[in-house]
């Protein structure tokens, strides 16, 4: 298998199809793994970060009253900040994920930038009730075994002897944060539960149509040469080198442009010029395109050069 | 450079091409409809940034019939077009505006008022056959607590971890035992005992939902393991004679606390029930549509929790007196119960 086909099967191991209501079917790629794990260090970054912050904040504006009133009862205050700030970053916590990905965009922050989000598996809706589902099992998959995990090793390390403990919490952490790589979705515990998945959030501008110019007629506006293809030249070619040569044509490379000519003259018998490389690659593709679409309205298609 | 200009204007909008300029017949219907496609994803990208106060009215009613117009676009050009550039912006845009059409309808602050609101009670109610079995198991265990220890005292040993007990050990001198009942008559240092309490009791709550999904056998013997503690402490404590009073002490925060235990391991087990016997549905969409409304379950049980530790903080020790303790409790299973079971409210969409 050469490297480019085996780029092409693990990136259909990543295609999936989703069929809307009206019955269309989308196609749609899973998120990677890695990608998934940076989002959620970008958030829990983020969340560290608030929480940080706010507990400074709040202890800065107890000492400026402490400062102001001479207050007496100071372990008290301190205490009730203390447990003012335990609820705090349990709501923010919990309260983050869910509150983003209840979002129009369906995704944390930490998604948005890499370009990913959530979607209900089956095509519907993706309900409030899911996202709540997904995110109470983060807690079990991720917070809750590391916590105890960071516990446990360091009460281990004071000599407290939690080592079977720590054994099972570390085994219930890993079985949780191996889960995605022993399914085909690649489904974390959560996203099993509630019926969800991640997948990337494609966004892209629309590009110009091919054949405004004067080279898609055939004609150069440089040289005034007109090239003309019979059949059998554009016989030769199917519809994947069609969509190469677009890309070559969009990406508009001064040097692809004269390798992909020259590789088209050898293949179809041609002299190639030189200086007037663009003009020929627009003639040729609009009517190796205009060629493939009248087929492909009768209902017989033409993959690659191979078929 | 750009050259300076004085005033800031709206971008020109780019001159429309001819049409039957173009030489192929997919182009030409590419150009003939990509004015409403831009208007589309112009839309979607300001539903997608959250303003919707900056959307009019009419493009938001324009938004269905849009979307439906690019995803009909999208299945002639799949059919006629092999410009791939195209289909790839068609396929994203049709996803995008998919998203939008079809994504959660309310904001998580409109979902809480929601789920307060009857969203909660009617997915408990929904699970009620799992509510019965799991209480049943807790009453067994119970039982079987009592009965081991009573039968010989060192199974408490085994029950009853050293840390949990405290000194409460069988044969305990009854002054001992009634001190760990008694009350404190000031709140101090009992804000972070009490959320303490709440971390550790959301850590046997969210383990028995958690266990559903091995088929909800572990839920039920985590269930059954807590209970029995409880009831060889019980054991201990009729055996001084203070049953009475160990029960009022508990009732103050335990109908509560135990409430939510119950109602998380019955989550738990409709997960495993609805795995285990999935109907003709698949495993997987049944998973998911149960994980769902135990999901709703579950925050509630979160919500009892923190009461409950309130509860246990504050109040158990501030109030001393063994009625006054099971008024209050007593109180809040009544309120309890009745929030579940006879509060219908406004639950759309929730008991499914």
């Given at each position: ?6 780029r092409?099967a693990?990136?259909q191991?990543?295609?999936?199809e ?14 990677s ?11 829990l ?32 205050v ?10 705090v970053?349990f ?7 869910m509150f983003f ?9 930490g ?12 095509g519907?809706?993706?309900s ?13 998959e ?17 000599g407290?002897?939690?080592g ?5 919490a570390t085994i ?27 997948v990337?959030a ?23 040469a ?6 059998e030249?554009?016989?030769v ?12 044509l969009r ?7 004269v390798?992909?000519?020259e ?15 663009r ?5 040729f593709?609009?009517?190796?395109r ?15 050069k191979?078929? | 450079?750009?050259?300076?200009t ?27 409809r ?22 009019a ?13 690019a995803?009909s676009s ?6 006629t ?9 068609l ?8 998203y ?11 979902w809480?008022r ?8 009617a ?5 009620w ?29 085994s ?10 050990a ?8 009634r001190?760990?009942?008694e009350?404190?008559?000031h709140?101090?240092g ?30 039920l013997?985590?269930?059954i ?9 019980l054991?201990v ?8 009073e ?13 409430f ?23 495993i997987?969409?049944a ?9 709703v379950?579950?925050?509630?049980v979160v ?25 209050i ?21 929730d008991?499914?």
């Amino acid at each position: 298998m050469t490297a480019a086909a085996r780029r092409e099967a693990r990136l259909q191991r990543k295609r999936r199809e989703m069929v809307t209501p009206e019955g269309i079917a989308l196609p749609i790629t899973l998120a990677s793994r890695s990608t998934r794990f940076g989002a959620l260090l970008i958030d829990l970054i983020i969340i560290f970060a608030v929480n940080i912050g706010l507990s400074i904040l709040l202890r800065s504006f107890a000492l400026a009253v402490f400062a102001e009133t001479g207050l007496a009862n100071r372990a008290a205050v301190l205490e009730f900040l203390q447990v003012v700030m335990i609820l705090v970053s349990f709501v923010l916590l919990n309260g983050y994920f869910m509150f983003f990905e209840l979002g129009p965009r369906g995704a944390t922050l930490g998604k948005r930038l890499t370009g990913i989000r959530i979607a209900a598996r089956d095509g519907g809706r993706l309900s409030a009730e899911a996202v709540i589902a997904r995110n109470l099992l983060r807690d079990i998959e991720l917070f809750l075994p590391l916590g105890l995990v960071v516990v446990w090793s360091i009460m281990t390390m004071m000599g407290e002897g939690m080592g079977s403990a720590l054994l099972a919490a570390t085994i219930w952490f890993l079985v949780f944060a191996l889960f995605p790589f022993f399914n085909r979705d690649r489904l974390r515990a959560g996203d099993l539960i509630a019926g969800t998945w991640v997948v990337e959030a494609p966004k892209r501008k629309l590009a110009e149509a091919m054949s405004l110019g004067e080279g898609s007629r055939g004609r150069s506006v440089t040289t005034g040469a007109h090239y003309r293809f019979g059949d059998e030249e554009l016989a030769v070619y199917g519809e994947y080198e069609l969509q190469t040569l677009e890309r070559v044509l969009r990406e508009n490379k001064p040097d692809a442009l004269v390798t992909v000519a020259e590789t088209i003259c050898a293949k179809i018998g041609w002299e190639s010029g030189v200086g007037d490389e663009r003009a020929f690659l627009e003639a040729f593709y609009a009517q190796l395109r205009a060629r493939l679409e009248r087929d492909m309205r009768f209902g017989k298609r033409k993959a690659d050069k191979h078929s | 450079m750009k050259r300076p200009t004085l005033l800031f204007r709206k971008k020109t909008p780019e001159a429309p091409v001819d049409i039957e300029q173009a030489a192929l017949r997919s182009d030409r219907f590419r150009l003939k409809r990509e004015g409403e496609w831009k208007r589309l994803e112009e839309i979607v990208r300001r539903m997608e940034s959250g303003r919707l106060r900056g959307i009019a009215d009419e493009e938001l009613l324009e938004l269905p019939a849009l979307y439906r117009t690019a995803a009909s676009s999208l299945a002639v050009a799949r059919e006629t077009s092999l410009d791939a550039a195209t289909l790839a912006y068609l396929e994203a845009l049709v996803q995008r505006a998919w998203y939008q059409v079809y994504g959660p309808r309310i904001g998580f602050i409109a979902w809480l008022r929601r789920f307060f609101g009857g969203g909660w009670s009617a997915a408990v109610r929904a699970i009620w056959l799992e509510i019965c079995i799991a209480l049943a198991a807790m009453l067994a265990g119970g039982v079987v607590g009592w009965l081991l220890v009573d039968s010989d005292e060192r199974w408490f040993y085994s029950l009853v971890g050293g840390g949990m007990a405290g000194g409460r050990a069988p044969g305990a001198p009854v002054e001992v035992l009634r001190q760990s009942l008694e009350g404190q008559d000031h709140a101090g240092g009992l804000s972070a005992f009490a959320a303490f309490l709440f971390s550790n009791n959301a850590g046997v709550a969210i383990l028995a939902f958690a266990l559903g999904f091995a088929f909800g056998i572990p839920s039920l013997l985590l269930l059954i393991q807590n209970i029995a503690l409880l009831g060889a402490m019980l054991w201990v404590f009729h055996d001084a004679g203070l049953a009475m009073e160990f029960a009022a002490w508990l009732s103050v925060h335990g109908t509560t606390e135990l409430f939510a235990i119950l109602l998380a391991g019955a989550a738990g087990l409709h997960i495993g029930r609805s795995m285990a016997f999935p109907g003709d549905r698949s495993i997987m969409a049944a998973a998911a549509r149960s994980g769902q409304r135990a999901a709703v379950v579950m925050l509630g049980v979160v919500v009892m929790l923190i009461v409950a530790a309130l509860l246990e903080g504050y109040v158990r020790q501030l109030v001393a007196a063994a009625q006054l303790r099971f008024a209050i409790g007593g109180a809040m299973l009544a309120f309890w119960l009745a929030y579940f079971f006879l509060f219908r409210g406004r639950a759309q969409g929730d008991a499914r």
